[in-house]
T-cell receptor, first 111, second 117 residues
Framework: SQKIEQNSEALNIQEGKTATLTCNYT??????LQWYRQDPGRGPVFLLL?????KEKRKERLKVTFDTTLKQSLFHITASQPADSATYLCALYSSASKIIFGSGTRLSIRP | SAVISQKPSRDICQRGTSLTIQCQVDSQVTMMFWYRQQPGQSLTLIATANQGSEATYESGFVIDKFPISRPNLTFSTLTVSNMSPEDSSIYLC??????????????FGPGTRLTVL
């Protein structure tokens, strides 16, 4: 069956370190993969998109990788700050033109 | 980009009643989407609403329970009918816009937090 898994429900790291979040999927052939940020009481906000033929994409302190062989995407936040604390969702846009969300990883950055 | 508002932002309702959630977008869009997000869970697509036609429901969701209206290109409503405590959730509407590269990005409203007693 089709499945999207994000590595952990919660991740706590020290300010200044790099946070790495994992998104694994099975039985999909995504055209591209997206990462969203969700703060409590808010809807998700789009951060980055990476296509199936791209290995890596960067935006300021954010970096996303996409390995279609491993069926995995990694989301990195470098020089993390307490303001980066939020839930991060990965989402696949499948060839069936549907977007499927993972359950999210709650990231906490402690000062 | 798109700016989306939802009303109400939250509500507490009694079992057996119905609640209608409104979604307003600041631009005209072809499709609007309704999602449900239960505590600690992923977003689950309820239905896709096109203007001028009936909504398309995902597996596990039916029109009698979640009737949807789409009277124009900037507005939609979702009704949660005959509510039970299992319907307690956050309900989100979203729209999808295409970039110049043909990639789709979703914009979400702030959500409606529903609690059913």
């Amino acid at each position: 069956s089709q499945k999207i898994e994000q590595n952990s429900e919660a991740l706590n790291i020290q300010e200044g370190k790099t946070a790495t979040l994992t998104c694994n999927y099975t039985n999909y052939s995504p055209a591209y993969l997206q990462w969203y940020r969700q703060d409590p009481g808010r809807g998700p906000v789009f951060l980055l998109l990476i296509r199936e033929n791209e290995k890596e994409k960067r935006k300021e302190r954010l970096k996303v990788t996409f390995d279609t062989t491993l069926k995995q995407s990694l989301f990195h936040i470098t020089a993390s700050q307490p303001a980066d604390s939020a839930t991060y969702l990965c989402a696949l846009y499948s060839s069936a033109s549907k977007i499927i969300f993972g359950s999210g990883t709650r990231l906490s950055i402690r000062p | 980009s798109a700016v989306i508002s939802q009303k109400p932002s939250r509500d507490i309702c009694q079992r057996g009643t119905s609640l209608t959630i409104q979604c307003q977008v600041d631009s005209q869009v072809t499709m609007m989407f309704w999602y449900r997000q239960q505590p600690g869970q992923s977003l689950t697509l309820i239905a896709t609403a096109n203007q001028g036609s009936e909504a398309t429901y995902e597996s596990g969701f039916v029109i009698d329970k979640f009737p949807i209206s789409r009277p124009n290109l900037t507005f939609s409503t979702l009704t949660v009918s005959n509510m039970s405590p299992e319907d307690s959730s956050i309900y989100l509407c979203s729209v999808e816009l295409s970039s110049r590269q043909g990639e789709n990005e979703q914009f979400f409203g702030p959500g409606t937090r529903l609690t059913v007693l």
